[in-house]
């Protein structure tokens, strides 16, 4: 026993591993197994209407290899990323104002956060319909009947609204991560450091930011990734009418019954988004280290 | 220049300096306050909603409380809601554990395999919900495990829960749980916990008396996120749920193809409602709290 | 050492799931022998089978009065949960996923035949419903599934254009879709069908051909006016078309006949057409999936034969505005109802629809060519 515990000090990959047990054991067996199932279909031929016909075949991968998956891609791409920024600019101030109030609200804040979302995702999504719509949306009815405007305004069935709901629907993914790293910043410190260096732009540059660094990659993570794939919002509030790759990808597995095509795309997607999200953490902590 | 002259100059330069430290705090709360309006906007449109006299939320006919008489009586909606709190927080707290566990590993150790292991765990984040639901489906059909209901009394109601979903919810949480958490262990000071460890040389109590509590706001936030996503979560359930299994997202999904009805805002107005109370039980309790102590403060 | 054996522990369970999950993954790929057998196996000892207690419909939403489960009940027993899907794609990858338990489903016409070519469709035992006498004669040998082998007929409908009356005129060709003017009042304020087949088969019906072509240069133009129709359109929607139309944010919607009747409620100036080149027709049928235990399949045939009663026949089309295809049940319906021309089109009108038909590997064709409509600026 106690050479275990020798073991245990000395080994750290040890340690590590057996912390790692229960995520290890629930990942591979319910995650990576099923995975291999995909993975395998991504390799056969489609059955005619949904499912597979065991014939090994390359076609699924060379297909996505088109024009227009890239286009799509990059249209994706450039929602998620303006997406993600919006995210940050509205809730980092958020998520700051969340950490500097006194411990004994910041519990009720971060809740009252959260409750907007515990009512149904499809629910919050139509009342922003509601809003948005072009003739008949209380936005621009409002504002012509106050006569601030003569022509509608294009809230509705355009990029505009698709990204005002993802902001709205991951504003929390962002705002959770950086409150929990800046929680807890010692804000007497902070006052000490405004102090000295005099200037808020400095303190914040020098002390908060590179604290809070964590969480904003974390956050911008959480909020791009889903972006990139969402298929209901721009569905609902774009009017259907901009194709993202979230929607490509669940049109296959559902509407064009092509599994294989669907399973390819999905890991053509998960490599390129694994790889970015991998050097991207790697870079972003080589930074924090350099920060503090 | 006379003493007074200088003091005075002095005083007003405080004062400025004051004044300008009160208009950014005002600022500040303003913006606080401009944020939870965009968070509840469409929040308020909702509840207003679910009091309209006509089948549809496209306009506005008339006040009526028929709705929630309506999904009072619609015994299917109540018990998809009682599935998805279950499974909500069943699967928030599996996963809060070995989520978190995770963290703690790859945040503070080196070792073989690091690597791969951050691949595993940002997988389920990364892959789209449907290739995810129907391999999870195909999985379950082919190994035989997971269509078997839980039987769970849960607050006196008589549930079937199929392992699969919780299963299913469990595997994408942990990582969400796990990346929330390890924005928070990146930030920690790593000399507090190793000055505990040369005072304590115990990991054990270590871990529970000092990296623990500095953890929580991590954990926490992991919760919520968790939780949250799980009582979202649509295409995972529809999938992996059998026969006769609903939770309240797939009621709602299979609902709107005849439109958004108003019953449809009646049950998420009653969620707020419930989750509001909460809350104010949770202030309530918190004044009783220690001022420094986020665990309190939290719930 | 105990580390040591557990983490190999763990690394050859996971190991061994994998090995077994790849193994066991080939039937389910293969036309699935262990399901097709079992239709067999239930009809042979049917004499001694007990109806289930209970069963589950998978049904659309909204698509069945609940009243009719109470009066099934208090007559036999049986107890029918019901539990719902929103479209014939989620319908037919769950089952093929292999999810089981659903004793009675309602797929689409085209969604049957998928379904009869998979194996995936228990025969019915006929004997079991002698309502079946009360179908319309029109309705019995259907392209999917002539002689009702699999499936009875539920209810049908059409799908064309819902407009705004009074506000604008009747659209009388696809024309106001598929080569919209610019000044007229709907432009920008129409909706079309999120849905590569209903969508393709309103511009092939516009420009003359077959809905179910598999002719690429054909369905390059069909493409080319559904891009067209696209700059007209304030957005694709399948689900909340009928309230924008309602509500007035829309004065024009592509759309199935139903749904425009049940916002006639919200809104009485809400008409439907179907346009002089024709439309399409459709038929939601009730069928019994294999994967049933022989007590599921005598209990969903029993509800099968109570629902093609007339009076329950009338109920349901009271209940979602859908004509039925049971001819006895016409008698206890309103004739109002049954002369509504958005619902019961004349013969000459019926003549003009078509059917949409599954058409093999060119599905992912249609896909395609839809993805590239939604791609378009």
């Not at chain 3, 093929?96 to 085209?110: H, K, M, R």
Request: contains cysteine; negative net charge; glycine residues 6%.
């Amino acid at each position: 026993m106690k050479k275990l515990l020798t073991l245990l000090r000395k080994r750290p990959s040890f340690q590590a591993w057996l912390l790692l047990l229960p995520s290890a054991f629930w990942l591979f067996v319910f995650f990576i197994a099923p995975l291999f199932i995909v993975l395998i279909y991504s390799f056969l031929e489609r059955g005619t209407y949904g499912g597979v016909q065991w014939h090994f075949t390359l076609e699924n991968y060379r297909r996505t290899f088109d024009p227009l998956y890239f286009k799509t891609f990059g249209r994706s791409f450039y929602i998620a990323i303006v997406t993600t920024i919006a995210t940050l600019l509205i809730g980092y101030p958020l998520a700051y104002y969340i950490a500097s109030r006194p411990a004994k609200r910041r519990g009720t804040l971060v809740l009252a956060l959260m409750i907007p979302f515990w009512t149904n995702f499809l629910v919050r999504t139509y009342a922003w319909l509601t809003l948005l719509r072009t003739h008949t949306g209380l936005i621009n009815v409002t504002l012509m009947s106050l006569g601030w405007i003569q022509k509608p305004l294009p809230l509705f069935g355009n990029d505009f609204a698709i990204i005002v709901g993802l902001v709205y629907g991951w504003l929390p993914d962002m705002v959770l991560p950086i409150y929990a790293a800046l929680d807890r910043l010692d804000h007497s410190l902070l006052e000490a450091a405004s102090d000295l260096y005099a200037s808020g732009p400095n303190v914040f540059r020098r002390i908060v930011w590179p604290l809070s660094l964590p969480g904003v990659v974390a956050g911008s993570m959480l909020v791009f990734i889903p972006s990139l794939g969402a298929f209901v919002t721009p569905a609902i509030l774009g009017g259907g009418k901009t194709l993202m790759i979230g929607n490509i990808i669940s049109n296959q597995f559902l509407a064009a019954h092509d599994w294989p095509f669907g399973s390819a795309l999905s890991f053509v997607m998960m490599a390129v988004m694994l790889a970015a999200t991998l050097i991207y953490f790697r870079a972003t902590s080589d930074e924090e280290r350099r920060q503090l | 220049m006379s003493e007074q002259a200088l003091s005075r100059a002095l005083s007003r330069r405080s004062r400025m300096a004051h004044l300008k430290k009160q208009l950014g705090e005002g600022l500040f709360h303003l913006y606080g306050l401009t944020g939870y309006l965009f968070l509840y906007l469409p929040i308020i449109i909702l509840v207003i909603f679910s009091f309209n006299d006509s089948r549809s939320t496209a306009q506005w006919a008339g006040f009526t409380t028929h709705w929630y008489a309506d999904m009072m009586n619609d015994h299917q909606i109540i018990l998809s809601l009682w599935n998805s709190l279950f499974v909500a927080i069943v699967s928030t707290l599996v996963s809060l554990v070995i989520g978190t566990l995770a963290a703690l590993a790859m945040e503070r150790y080196r070792f073989w395999g690091k690597l791969m292991m951050d691949a595993v765990l940002y997988l389920p984040i990364i892959i789209p919900d449907i290739a995810m639901a129907i391999m999870l489906l195909i999985f379950f059909d082919v190994s035989g495990i997971g269509f078997q209901p839980w039987k769970a009394n849960f607050f006196g109601v008589h549930l079937a829960v199929p392992y699969s979903v919780i299963i299913g919810h469990v595997a994408f949480n942990i990582s969400f749980v796990a990346v929330v958490v390890r924005a928070r262990l990146a930030q920690m000071d790593q000399v507090l916990e190793e000055a505990a460890q040369d005072l304590y040389a115990d990991p054990w109590r270590t871990f529970w008396r000092v990296t623990f509590p500095m953890l929580l706001p991590g954990i926490m936030g992991g919760a919520l996120l968790a939780f949250t996503l799980s009582m979202d979560d649509f295409v995972i359930t529809f999938f992996t749920s059998g026969a006769g299994f609903n939770t309240l997202p797939v009621r709602v999904f299979s609902m709107i193809k005849k439109g958004v009805t108003p019953k449809i805002n009646a049950v998420s107005s009653l969620m707020l409602l419930f989750s509001l109370v909460l809350v104010a039980i949770s202030l309530i309790i918190g004044k009783g709290g220690d001022e420094n102590s986020s665990a309190n403060t939290m719930f | 050492m105990k580390r040591y054996t557990l983490l190999l522990l763990s690394v050859l369970l996971v190991l061994g799931l994998l090995l077994s999950a790849c193994a066991k993954a080939t039937p389910t790929a293969a036309p699935q022998p262990e399901k097709t057998e079992q239709p067999q196996a239930t009809e042979a000892p049917a004499t001694e089978v007990q109806p289930a207690k209970e069963i589950v419909f998978y049904n659309w939403s909204e698509y069945i009065d609940p009243e009719i489960y109470t009066l099934f009940e208090k007559e036999t027993g049986i107890k029918v949960v019901e539990d719902n899907f929103s479209s014939n794609e989620e319908l037919l990858a769950k089952l093929q996923g292999g999810a089981t338990g659903y004793a009675l489903i309602v797929p689409s016409d085209y969604t049957v035949k998928i379904m009869i070519d998979q194996n995936m469709l228990a025969p019915l035992d006929q004997d079991k419903i002698p309502n079946l006498k009360n179908l319309a004669e029109r309705f019995r040998n259907l392209y999917y599934d002539p002689g009702n082998k699999y499936c009875i007929p539920y209810q049908w409908g059409t799908t064309g254009i819902g407009y705004l009356d009074g506000q604008v005129d009747k659209p009388e060709s696809w024309s106001v879709l598929f080569d919209p003017d610019p000044n007229a009042p709907y432009y920008g304020r129409m909706t079309m069908l999120d849905d590569a087949r209903e969508a393709f088969a309103a511009a092939l019906i516009y420009l003359g051909y077959d809905a179910n072509t598999t002719d690429e240069k054909q369905l390059e133009e069909a493409k080319q006016a559904l891009i067209r129709a696209k700059a007209a359109l304030s957005g694709y929607d399948s689900d909340t078309y009928e309230d924008l139309l309602a509500s007035g944010e829309n004065l024009m919607a592509h759309g199935w006949n139903g749904d425009f009747l049940q916002a006639q409620e919200e809104n009485e100036n809400i008409a439907y057409t179907i346009p002089k080149e024709g439309g399409v027709i459709w038929v939601d049928n009730v069928c019994i999936p294999a994967t049933v235990t022989p007590e599921q399949k005598l209990a969903a045939e029993m509800f099968l034969d109570f629902i093609l009663r007339p009076d329950i026949g009338a109920m349901i089309s009271e209940f979602n505005y859908y004509a039925t295809p049971n001819k006895a049940a016409e008698a206890n319906l309103d004739a109002d109802f049954l002369n509504d021309p958005a619902v019961y089109p004349p013969q000459k009108v019926l003549d003009r629809l078509q059917f949409i038909k599954p058409v093999g590997d060119a599905e992912a064709n249609y896909q395609r060519m839809w993805d590239e409509v939604k791609a378009a600026p």
